[in-house]
């Protein structure tokens, strides 16, 4: 055990390290917005709008997606993962004030790779899926949400499908495995004060957890908001956002990919060959899993983003892409909703695929 003598002076700690200037350093891209304040990307969860905003009169941040707040301390304790006093000894080992060339030490929780964890981790991951698919099971509310979206059982028994009720995996955990180790995925956050496994908060409290599995072992979750009011409609696991879906699709002739994540449950429910990347983005270094397929169906939303998209897909998956526009601009969750929105969809598929047939002949 170290020995820490130093006392450290908490408000010139505050002095002389800037906070956005911390931020920055630590790699979160920062934009002025007036003239004292800045906006970002939360690294605190999966952010797509920038929430993150860090105030320069009382040097403090907030994150209006994850309700991440407090001064440059907190900052650090957080994004390196430390205690309190480790982060005041990280701040005052920094040379102030250009801290712009300075390179955080230690894993910034946003980089995490899903496809690699330890052992451990991976327990705690297969329990924590456990934990979720057992309260969704005994949580009526959460059960008729997920019923609504037109799901059936066996979907939520095969996807493991969970609910995150706030509360249980803590106590789950206390009685088995290592808290610490849950907040190092981010599936715990430490509540305030110094304690490490002390009270601490379920990440994804209030959702419905869909998890990425592979070789039946939860990798991911990310989790659908049951009441819009309260945060993002969906929170992720920060972190390199695995494709929802791969087992099912990798080294297949054809693939749907959707959009959302009930898009891709409810593909998943018609038992299509179905992925997702969660929404719009996915980089071409990790559309190698597609090369044995003849055909991608796109099934992305009708608005900008999903045609923006498609436009991406088509330049990276060349002839292999074919958009799969739904009627009306509805998503796939919503036409599996309507009467005959089943049919309507898979008459859509079948035009596709006589039109890809008779371009296939013409070409050959
Ligand atoms: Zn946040």
């Not at 994850?66 to 001064?71: F, I, K, M």
């Not at 819009?228 to 749907?256: I, M, S, T």
Request: aromatic residues 10%; positive net charge; glycine residues 10%.
């Amino acid at each position: 055990m170290t020995t820490i003598s130093a006392y450290y002076d908490v408000e010139t700690l505050r002095r002389e390290y800037p906070l956005a200037q911390i931020v920055a350093a630590s790699g979160v891209a920062l934009r002025p917005v007036g003239a004292r304040r800045h906006k970002g990307r939360c690294p605190f969860h999966d952010d797509r709008q920038p929430s993150f905003l860090v105030y320069d009169d009382d040097q403090h941040f907030h994150c209006f997606g994850c309700g991440a707040h407090g001064d440059v301390i907190d900052f650090v304790r957080r994004r390196l993962d430390l205690s309190f006093v480790d982060a005041c000894a990280w701040l005052a080992g920094q040379p102030a004030p250009s801290v712009r060339q300075v390179q955080p030490a230690g894993r910034p929780p946003g980089e995490r790779r899903w496809d690699r964890l330890t052992l451990d981790e991976q327990v705690v991951m297969n329990m924590a899926g456990a934990l979720y698919h057992d309260r969704l099971w005994h949580t009526p509310h959460a059960l008729a949400y997920v019923r609504s979206r037109g799901l059936p059982n066996w979907v939520i028994r095969d996807g493991r499908l969970g609910y995150a009720d706030g509360h249980s995996l803590a106590t789950f955990l206390r009685r088995r495995f290592s808290l610490a180790l849950a907040q190092r995925l981010g599936l715990l956050r430490r509540a305030r004060g110094d304690d490490a496994l002390g009270p601490s908060d379920e990440f994804l409290a209030g959702r419905i957890v869909v998890p990425e599995l592979r070789g039946g072992q939860c990798v991911w979750f990310i989790g659908r908001a049951l009441d819009d009011a309260k945060g993002p409609k969906y929170l992720a696991l920060p972190g390199e956002r695995p494709v929802l879906g791969y087992a099912r699709v990798a080294g297949q002739r054809e693939a749907f990919l959707c959009e959302g994540v009930f898009d891709y449950l409810t593909a998943v429910s018609w038992k299509l060959p179905a992925f997702s990347p969660c929404g719009t983005h996915l980089s071409a270094d990790r559309l190698g899993f597609l090369a044995r397929a003849r055909v991608v169906y796109g099934v992305l939303d009708g608005d900008a983003a999903g045609q923006e998209a498609s436009a991406r897909f088509a330049e990276q998956l060349g002839a292999r892409w074919q958009p799969l526009p739904l009627p009306d601009g509805c998503d796939l969750n919503d036409l599996a909703r309507r009467p005959d929105g089943r049919a309507e969809f898979f008459e859509l598929l079948h035009a596709a695929r006589v039109a890809r047939g008779k371009e296939a002949d013409g070409g050959g």
